[in-house]
Nanobody, 116 residues
Framework: QVQLVESGGGLVQPGGSLRLSCAAS????????MRWYRQAPGEERELVAT????????NYADSVKGRFTISRDNAKDMMYLRMNSLKPEDTAVYYC?????????WGQGTQVTVSS
């Protein structure tokens, strides 16, 4: 069955960096685009970044453009999100997502807290 497992979250000071990982299994990882979402308390879930199946194209929310980098390693069924210059407003639970036909699959999420 499809499984997505995020890791790498934690507490970081403003201006710091984190690298999130998403380990995928149970589907043909290299055949699908992947996405990172985030959700802050009381806020709607926000699409952060998208990467195509071959990593030939990426897209970012305006709020993270220039600071975050999405990548993938199809040989390892892994996706990553490098987050630099973190701001308090980046605080959220970050989720790995894949859309397979009409169904969306989600990981359990990893907490990122940016605070002095």
């Amino acid at each position: 069955q499809v499984q997505l497992v995020e890791s790498g979250g934690g507490l970081v000071q403003p201006g710091g960096s984190l690298r999130l990982s998403c380990a995928a299994s149970g589907f043909a990882f290299r055949s699908y685009a992947m996405r990172w979402y985030r959700q802050a308390p009381g806020e709607e879930r926000e699409l952060v970044a998208t990467i195509t199946n071959t990593a030939g194209s990426t897209n970012y929310a305006d709020s993270v453009k220039g600071r975050f980098t999405i990548s993938r390693d199809n040989a390892k069924d892994m996706m990553y999100l490098r987050m630099n210059s973190l701001k308090p407003e980046d605080t959220a639970v970050y989720y790995c997502n894949v859309q397979i036909l009409r169904v969306s699959y989600w990981g359990q999420g990893t907490q990122v807290t940016v605070s002095s």
